[in-house]
């Protein structure tokens, strides 16, 4: 079984300073990452994945990821936040089966919510 | 087409009502998904469905039915539903079981 940790449940920051918001994963197979973002009464965005290759995964709107295997984490970062970046974003980790692809199962972390302040 | 649309936005039903959920997509995706998030929780996977066969059942009640009856429409039956399931119920779609997944903007659903 898979399950992922989002180390803080809510991150205040002001307009135009970097952010980091933090991911844990536990898995006995392989993974896919992904960090999606929902806005309120919205449906998920996908901001970027992470399926193989370079540890370092740029995403939309000036987001990236760092995969860490010997950590387990798969952290988000933005050099300066905007307003609009104000939302909850997710963690997810998808297993991969034998053959090295996935089922298709998503499991979430539980969200962090970023409120960026002026 | 590049989204996932979802109807009706808002539903409103008693527990002795049968309605739908409607999910649709054009991007030619082959798997598509329906997942069910409670408010201020993470979205939880109920059901996968590849090149329209049902590939994973979370073990869900069998008051959720769903239905794939072709590669761009996915629908969920609803009956004899409870309180409980009060929820936003998302549906996403993916080109294949091993790519990321696009999710629409969701269903409210309400039971009284």
């Known amino acids: 079984a898979q399950s992922v940790t989002q180390l803080d449940s809510q991150v205040p920051v002001f307009e135009e300073a970097p952010v980091e918001l933090r991911c844990n994963y536990s898995?006995?197979?392989?993974?896919?990452l992904f960090w999606y973002v929902q806005y309120p009464n919205q449906g998920l965005q996908l901001l970027l994945k992470?399926?193989?290759?370079?540890?370092l995964v740029k995403g939309i709107n000036g987001f990236e990821a760092e995969f860490n295997k010997s950590q387990t984490s798969f952290h988000l970062r933005k050099p300066s936040v905007h307003i609009s970046d104000t939302a909850e974003y997710f963690c997810?980790?998808?297993?991969?089966?034998?053959?090295?692809?996935?089922?298709?199962?998503?499991?979430f972390g539980q969200g962090t919510i970023l409120t960026v302040h002026p | 087409d590049t989204e996932v649309t979802q109807t009706p936005k808002h539903l409103v039903m008693g527990m002795t009502n049968k309605k739908s959920l409607k999910c649709e997509q054009h991007?030619?995706?082959?798997?598509m998904y329906w997942y069910k998030q409670k408010a201020k929780k993470p979205p939880e996977l109920m059901f996968v469905?590849?090149?329209?066969?049902?590939?994973i059942n979370e073990s869900v009640p069998s008051r959720f039915s769903p239905e794939c009856p072709n590669s761009s429409l996915l629908n969920l039956h609803l009956h004899a539903l409870q309180p409980e399931d009060s929820a936003l119920y998302l549906c996403?779609?993916?080109?294949?079981?091993?790519?990321?997944?696009?999710f629409g903007p969701g269903t409210r659903l309400t039971v009284l």
């Open positions: 996403a779609s993916s080109r294949s079981l091993d790519n990321e997944q696009f």
């Open positions: 898995s006995s197979v392989s993974v896919y």
């Open positions: 992470y399926l193989s290759g370079s540890t």
């Open positions: 997810a980790v998808s297993p991969l089966n034998a053959g090295g692809t996935s089922y298709g199962k998503l499991t």
């Open positions: 991007m030619g995706h082959r798997a």
């Open positions: 469905y590849s090149y329209e066969k049902l590939s």
